[in-house]
C-alpha cells in the first residue's frame, strides 16, 4: 500500500499556541478521515472530508480539504494540555480499508 | 462511545507459546480489522474482513491469522509467538456503507514476547 506521510513528525509548542498538521498524497482522494491518539489510547475518529476546498471546524480545531483533494490540514488554535496526542490522517483505499498517515506527535509546554 | 472490546489487554508470554487476541464489537459492523502499531509510530494493518467467513491480508506481512465465524467477533491467532511480535495490536470496524466509514477503534493489547 501507499505511504502517506504528514508533516511534521513531532510538534512541541507552549501552551496557548497554535498548531498544524499536514497530510499529503500522491493521488486524488475521494476523502480523506482525521483520527486522534491519546498517549497510550487508541485512535478515536475526529471527521471526515469530502469535498474540494472543504473547511470544517469543530470549537478550536480547523479541518481543510486541499482544492485538488490531494492533501489537507489540521490547525488547532490556541492549544491545550488537552490537545496532546497523535494525530493521524487516513486516506481511502477502494471502499473497504484506510491507510493511516504516519502521525504527527504533539506535544504541549505548558 | 463505540463498543469494541479487546481482551485481554495486556499480555505478557514467553517465546514459542501459541496466542490468541480476541476482538468483539456489538454494533453489527460488517468490515474488521487487526492493526499493529509500534509505540508513538503508524499503524499498520495486517489483517481484514469484509463480513462472515470473508478475511484479507493487510499490507504489513504478519504471522498470524485470522477468523471471522460470526459477525460480532474477529479474533487473531499466533502459532508460534517470538519477540519480534512484542508491539500493540489494535482491532476495529466499520459498516460497510458508501459515504461516512470511520472505523471505531478498540482499547488494543499490548503483547510482550519474551
Known amino acids: 500500500g501507499q505511504q502517506v506521510m504528514q508533516i511534521p513528525q513531532y510538534q512541541h509548542v507552549q501552551e496557548g499556541e497554535d498548531f498544524t498538521t499536514y497530510c499529503n498524497s500522491s493521488?486524488?482522494?475521494?476523502?480523506i478521515q482525521w483520527y486522534k491518539q491519546r498517549p497510550g489510547g487508541h485512535p478515536v475518529f475526529l471527521i471526515q472530508?469530502?469535498?474540494?476546498?472543504e473547511v470544517k471546524k469543530q470549537k478550536r480545531l480547523t479541518f481543510q480539504f486541499g482544492e485538488a483533494k490531494k492533501n489537507s490540514s489540521l490547525h488547532i488554535t490556541a492549544t491545550q494540555t488537552t490537545d496532546v496526542g497523535t494525530y493521524f490522517c487516513?486516506?481511502?483505499?477502494?471502499?473497504?480499508?484506510?491507510?493511516f498517515g504516519t502521525g504527527t506527535r504533539l506535544t504541549i509546554i505548558p | 462511545e463505540a463498543d469494541i472490546y479487546q481482551t485481554p489487554r495486556y499480555l505478557v508470554i514467553g517465546t514459542g507459546k501459541k496466542i490468541t487476541l480476541e476482538c468483539s464489537q456489538t454494533?453489527?459492523?460488517?468490515?474488521m480489522y487487526w492493526y499493529q502499531q509500534d509505540p508513538g509510530m503508524e499503524l499498520h494493518l495486517i489483517h481484514y474482513?469484509?463480513?462472515?467467513?470473508?478475511?484479507e491480508k493487510g499490507d504489513l506481512s504478519s504471522e498470524s491469522t485470522v477468523s471471522r465465524i460470526r459477525t460480532e467477533h474477529f479474533p487473531l491467532t499466533l502459532e508460534s509467538a517470538r519477540p519480534s511480535h512484542t508491539s500493540q495490536y489494535l482491532c476495529?470496524?466499520?459498516?460497510?456503507?458508501?459515504?461516512?466509514?470511520?472505523?471505531?477503534f478498540g482499547p488494543g493489547t499490548r503483547l510482550t514476547v519474551l
Open positions: 474482513s469484509y463480513g462472515v467467513n470473508s478475511t
Open positions: 487516513a486516506l481511502p483505499e477502494g471502499n473497504e480499508k484506510l491507510t
Open positions: 454494533m453489527g459492523h460488517d468490515k
Open positions: 493521488t486524488t482522494l475521494s476523502n
Open positions: 476495529a470496524s466499520s459498516r460497510r456503507a458508501s459515504g461516512r466509514n470511520e472505523q471505531f
Open positions: 472530508l469530502v469535498k474540494s476546498g
